[in-house]
């Protein structure tokens, strides 16, 4: 239980803390509000990327294991399924 807390209290503690320092060097908030937005577009991107590329290797995979040796060639698929 105190895991799921802990992972979901996370991300709210981690802003304050590393808007403290730059605010007290003298950052504006409006600087600020774009640093958070570059890093989580920044984290989205690569997330999806990553995300798509597994997809693909997932699918090509399950259609080798599932189909073998029925692929099309250059195309990653069936050429019948019966």
Same mark, same amino acid.
């Given at each position: 239980?105190?895991?799921?807390?802990?992972?979901?209290?996370?991300?709210?503690?981690?802003?304050?803390?590393s808007t403290s320092l730059p605010s007290a060097v003298g950052l504006k908030r409006r600087h600020l509000?774009?640093? *958070?937005? *570059?890093?989580?577009?920044?984290?989205?991107?690569?997330?999806?990327? +990553?995300?798509?590329?597994?997809?693909?290797?997932?699918?090509?995979?399950? +259609?080798?294991?599932? *189909?073998?040796?029925?692929?099309?060639?250059?195309?990653?698929?069936?050429?019948?399924?019966?």
């Open positions: 239980m105190m895991t799921l807390v802990n992972s979901l209290l996370s991300p709210a503690w981690r802003p304050t803390r509000t774009q640093m *958070f937005l *570059f890093e989580g577009t920044t984290y989205t991107l690569a997330a999806s990327a +990553i995300g798509v590329l597994a997809g693909v290797l997932v699918g090509r995979l399950m +259609i080798t294991v599932l *189909f073998p040796g029925r692929l099309v060639a250059g195309r990653s698929l069936p050429a019948r399924l019966t």
